[in-house]
Each structure stands twice: as structure tokens, then as C-alpha cells.
């Protein structure tokens, strides 16, 4: 299936993006278009003329929702829904649309309404009480496949990932989101913002004190070709739930997150913020790199010039550990950059050259187990990295094992943008780990790993260019080498005999030189020189 956001009478625009999309992807059965179809322009007047006459057609069956504003409402003359033209069909005012296949499709044309009457364009308290008696009635009702709705529903961002771009005081509908909490849609679709947005999906029981249930998605799209390029189409699959298994249709995602109509919760939710703890202040460790650090040059005291802050403490490990800052056993010639609570090393024995790592400098010993500051700081150096490789003509691959080590390590490797493409390095690592018997699922872009996994849980993480992200988590045996396997692999690097770490070792010599050279090139994309 389909579904995008507001056309706004661009139909040229969608139809041929359906016809892009088909032609590589195969044929889909439906497109469903939610928030404004119709444009009020006398240029999208005369393109639909075209289409009402027949002189072009949609390509795919496509169902569209009501006006949502006076200029449309003209082009839905009957409530109950009609055919407006071959293959493009208006839904309707509010009801429930069953597919050949036995997809339940629950739909809401217009917005909320500001007056009574209510105009053509909105629906009323009325609508929502009725579509949800007409499903709620059935004792048997678990929820709907699908809701079509223009407006989003108010707070759906709750307990989730918030939308970025959006007013979050005026955005969304309460009356939306009473009947999505009603209904519990399986996938729901919302435009009229001009935004992309996909929530985290969330759970539609209680853990612990009621019987699981399916969990929902809210996705919302953005209008048709708009200038910023922010997806206006979205493609999926989705089984019927009166087909599906009860125990299939009930498996719960590892980012699923907490209802975000549940009223309740909220002061717990608040509560949980309040009492969250900081790390104490206390001393930083510098070390003498052979090279000026700019403003976190040592003095040879500890402390640092020309900087009036305090100090600041780190967890430190029981025993000896090779990448705690402070600890005698790192092998200082290797650091290119020191943060305030991250630093990053050349890897010893690196895939390539340029092979870094982002480390913590107190202990910590996986991703999951910063704190907020480190996690802020770590994200600087991706940033860093990410520039600095882009002006080699590079992309970069992150990886992660929580498993069988102490300290956090995470691998930046960079790959020259010729030999391969993110998603042939996506692929790569998903068939790989097929072939191994490892289940690396992906995960939403948005998704804060701290969302899926607890403190002291063995995985395996991978981070692409791209933004995208793959998880495994670790429940017996892993190969340590994994992640340097699938980049050394044929399919990417070409270099198999590098995917141990043992057979790439340099001399000391080669090793100072290297990060030398590193440091030298990274310093303009360094933001722990700046000031």
C-alpha cells in the first residue's frame, strides 16, 4: 500500500511519483491520501479538469478524504462518499471502508470545528461518537488496520520522540486523538502540518496489567513536492488483522514506547525527570599529546589554562582498563582529541588509516550507560567526523559491541564514497548476519538505543552515514569481529584479510606518525580547539 500527504491539487506531481515507484518497486494495490487533495489555484482547477475528463488518468486506485477548508468543499457533492473520477475515489464524511482482502480502513474527513454550526469542512463531536460506536459495538473489536484522518490527534508525541518543526501547543486535535486512542489503529496517517513525522510505535495495554495487545504507528506526511524535499510518500505492508496469528499480531517492537493518550502516567512520567541525577563534579585528566590541544593544552598540573571552570570527576573502573583516559595503560600516542568527557584514538590495528574511536573518558562501558552530557559530547564528534570524512570524499559506518569488553568503544570506520553506496553497506551487514544466524533488526532513525535496551544487556549496534540504524541484541555467542568482517568483506572493502584487528598492527613509530597526520587534518573540524 500507499499513502501520502497533502496533494493540494499537484496531481501530476504525486501520479508520476506513484508511476517511479511501481515501475521499481512493483505494482501496489491502493493509495491512500490524507489532508488536503484539492488546491484552491484556477491551475489545479484546470489539471483536474483533465483528470474528471478523463484526458489523464490516476494510475492506481487512490482514496482521498474531504475538504478542509470553503475553496474544496465543491468537490465533494455527496457526504457518503463517490467515485470523483476513474480510479480516485472520495471516502466519505466518516465511516469504515472493509478491502477485498478484509483491511479495515477507518477514515475522518475535515478539522475540528470552531463554530455551530459546523461548515462543510469540519466534523463535529457527533462524527467521532458515531464512527466509534459503529466499531466499538462489535465485542469482538480489537482495533482497525488503518485511520485516515487530516488533522494529527493532540499529544501523540507523549512518551515518544518529539516532532521537530511543529508548534506542539497548537499542533493536533483532541478530539483525533480521543477517537485513535478509541480505535487503536494499527497505522495512522495525518497530514496538514507540512511535516514528515513517524512516532515510535506504542503499546495499547498496560504491561503487566493487561493482555497484550498490537501496537499502533502514527505517521504523518508532508504535502506533495514540496520544496524541501521532506517525504510526502510513505509505502508499506500490512497483513489484515483478521488474518493474522493473535501471538503474531501482538509482538511488541523493541523501541515500542507507552500509550501516548494515557492520561495517567503523566505526573509519573514528570516524577521520573525529576529525580534523574547528574554526574558530580570533580577532576578531568589531560595528557601532553607532543602537540598543542588549543584552549585544553596542560599546564602540567592537571588543570588547564585560561579555563575558569571546575573540574570534573569521571567513574573510574575497579581494576586496570586500556581506555579509561586516565588509566597508565592507554596508549596515549594514539589520542587526536580530547573532549570534556568523550576523546577519540586512533584504532590500534584500524580497517583503514583514518579508523577511529569515540570513547568516554570516564568508565563507562556501553552506549546505554551515559550520562546525557557524554551522550551530547559524543554526538559532537560524530558530527565532527562526519564533516571532516565528507571533505575526504568519505562516508562513515559506526558500530558498537556490548559483549565481551569494558569500556565503550565505538568504531568509526570511513569508506570511500566509490566503493560503495549506504544502502550496499546496509545489506551487507543484514545478509551477513542472516548467514550467521544473527537477527540485526532496524531500528527507527529517531530511536534512542536507551529506548530498547537496559543497562547490562549484550548487543551489537551499526549506525550508517544516512542516519539509519541496525540492533541485535546478544543472547548467547557472537563473532568478536563481525563488524570489521562485513566491511572487509568483498561486497564492501575488498579487504578480508584486515578483519582482524591482530593483522593490521603498526610499530610505534607508524602509529605516532598516523595520528600526527590525523590531528593536523582534523584540527579545522575539531570543536574542542574552539573557543
Given at each position: 500500500r500507499l499513502a501520502c500527504g497533502d496533494v493540494y491539487g499537484k496531481f501530476d506531481v504525486l501520479f508520476n511519483r506513484v508511476r517511479t515507484i511501481q515501475k521499481k518497486s512493483g505494482q501496489f494495490d491502493l493509495l491512500l491520501c490524507v489532508g488536503s487533495f484539492f488546491g484552491s489555484s484556477p491551475e489545479s482547477q484546470a489539471l483536474w479538469n483533465e483528470y474528471k475528463s478523463g484526458a489523464k488518468q490516476a494510475p492506481i486506485q487512490t482514496y482521498v478524504l474531504g475538504a478542509n477548508n470553503q475553496d474544496t468543499v465543491k468537490y465533494f457533492q455527496d457526504v457518503d462518499g463517490c467515485e470523483l473520477t476513474t480510479n480516485i475515489t472520495y471516502l466519505?464524511?466518516?465511516?469504515?471502508?472493509?478491502?477485498?482482502?478484509?483491511?479495515?480502513?477507518?477514515?475522518?474527513?475535515?478539522?475540528?470545528?470552531?463554530?455551530?454550526?459546523?461548515?462543510?469542512?469540519?466534523?463535529?463531536?457527533?462524527?467521532?461518537?458515531?464512527?466509534?460506536?459503529?466499531?466499538?459495538?462489535n465485542t469482538k473489536f480489537k482495533g482497525v488496520d488503518i485511520l485516515l484522518t487530516s488533522p494529527w490527534p493532540k499529544d501523540v508525541w507523549n512518551y515518544g520522540n518529539p516532532p521537530t518543526d511543529v508548534n506542539l501547543k497548537t499542533c493536533g486535535s483532541e478530539q483525533v486523538a480521543s477517537l485513535t486512542a478509541s480505535l487503536k489503529p494499527r497505522y495512522h496517517f495525518s497530514a496538514l502540518q507540512g511535516q514528515n513525522y513517524e512516532r515510535l510505535p506504542y503499546r495499547n495495554h498496560v504491561v503487566l496489567q493487561e493482555s497484550a495487545q498490537h501496537v499502533s504507528r502514527f505517521i504523518a506526511l508532508a504535502s506533495v513536492g514540496n520544496p524541501g524535499k521532506k517525504k510526502y510518500i510513505y509505502a508499506f505492508t500490512i497483513v489484515p488483522m483478521s488474518l493474522m496469528d493473535a501471538t503474531e499480531l501482538v509482538k511488541q517492537p523493541l523501541d515500542a514506547s507507552e500509550n501516548p493518550y494515557r492520561k495517567a502516567g503523566k505526573e509519573g512520567k514528570k516524577?521520573?525527570?525529576?529525580?534523574?541525577?547528574?554526574?558530580?563534579?570533580?577532576?578531568?585528566?589531560?595528557?601532553?599529546?607532543?602537540?598543542?590541544?588549543?584552549?585544553?593544552?596542560?599546564?602540567?598540573?592537571?588543570?588547564?589554562?585560561?579555563?575558569?571552570?571546575?573540574?570534573?570527576?569521571?567513574?573510574?573502573?575497579?581494576?586496570?582498563?586500556?581506555?579509561?583516559?586516565?588509566?597508565?595503560?592507554?596508549?596515549?600516542?594514539?589520542?587526536?582529541?580530547?573532549?570534556?568527557?568523550?576523546?577519540?584514538?586512533?584504532?590500534?590495528?584500524?580497517?583503514?588509516?583514518?579508523?577511529?574511536?569515540?570513547?568516554?573518558?570516564?568508565?563507562?562501558?556501553?552506549?546505554?550507560?551515559?550520562?546525557?552530557?557524554?551522550?551530547?559530547?559524543?554526538?559532537?564528534?560524530?558530527?565532527?567526523?562526519?564533516?571532516?570524512?565528507?571533505?575526504?570524499?568519505?562516508?562513515?559506518?559506526?558500530?558498537?559491541?556490548?559483549?565481551?569488553?569494558?569500556?565503550?568503544?565505538?568504531?568509526?570506520?570511513?569508506?570511500?564514497?566509490?566503493?560503495?553506496?549506504?544502502?550496499d553497506i546496509k545489506e551487507s551487514f543484514i545478509v551477513q548476519a542472516q548467514e550467521q544466524n544473527i537477527e540485526l533488526l532496524e531500528i527507527p532513525q529517531h530511536t534512542d538505543i536507551k529506548q530498547i535496551v537496559q543497562p547490562g544487556t549484550p548487543y551489537f549496534y551499526v549506525e550508517l552515514d544516512s542516519g539509519e540504524k541496525l540492533f541485535h541484541r546478544i543472547k548467547k555467542n557472537f563473532p568478536l569481529q563481525f563488524g570489521r568482517e562485513v566491511l572487509a568483506s568483498e561486497a564492501i572493502l575488498n579487504i578480508p584479510t584486515r578483519a582482524d584487528w591482530k593483522a593490521c598492527k603498526l610499530s610505534q613509530d607508524e602509529e605516532e606518525s598516523l595520528a600526527k597526520s590525523f590531528r593536523k587534518e582534523f584540527e579545522p573540524f575539531d570543536f574542542s580547539l574552539q573557543d
Open positions: 466519505g464524511r466518516r465511516g469504515v471502508f472493509t478491502g477485498a482482502s478484509g483491511l479495515q480502513i477507518a477514515y475522518l474527513s475535515g478539522i475540528d470545528s470552531s463554530s455551530d454550526p459546523a461548515p462543510a469542512y469540519c466534523f463535529t463531536t457527533k462524527d467521532i461518537t458515531s464512527l466509534k460506536m459503529s466499531l466499538l459495538s516524577s521520573h525527570l525529576a529525580t534523574g541525577t547528574e554526574d558530580e563534579p570533580a577532576q578531568q585528566f589531560f595528557f601532553d599529546l607532543k602537540q598543542s590541544q588549543g584552549k585544553r593544552q596542560s599546564d602540567g598540573r592537571g588543570s588547564q589554562q585560561g579555563q575558569a571552570k571546575q573540574p570534573r570527576k569521571h567513574p573510574q573502573p575497579t581494576g586496570p582498563c586500556w581506555f579509561c583516559l586516565a588509566s597508565p595503560e592507554v596508549e596515549k600516542h594514539l589520542v587526536v582529541s580530547i573532549g570534556e568527557h568523550c576523546y577519540i584514538a586512533l584504532a590500534k590495528g584500524g580497517l583503514m588509516s583514518d579508523h577511529i574511536l569515540i570513547l568516554p573518558i570516564g568508565h563507562y562501558q556501553a552506549m546505554v550507560d551515559l550520562s546525557s552530557e557524554v551522550v551530547e559530547e559524543c554526538d559532537k564528534y560524530k558530527a565532527s567526523l562526519k564533516k571532516f570524512y565528507k571533505s575526504k570524499g568519505k562516508r562513515y559506518v559506526m558500530f558498537e559491541r556490548n559483549y565481551r569488553s569494558q569500556h565503550l568503544q565505538l568504531q568509526v570506520v570511513p569508506l570511500p564514497l566509490s566503493c560503495c553506496t549506504t544502502e
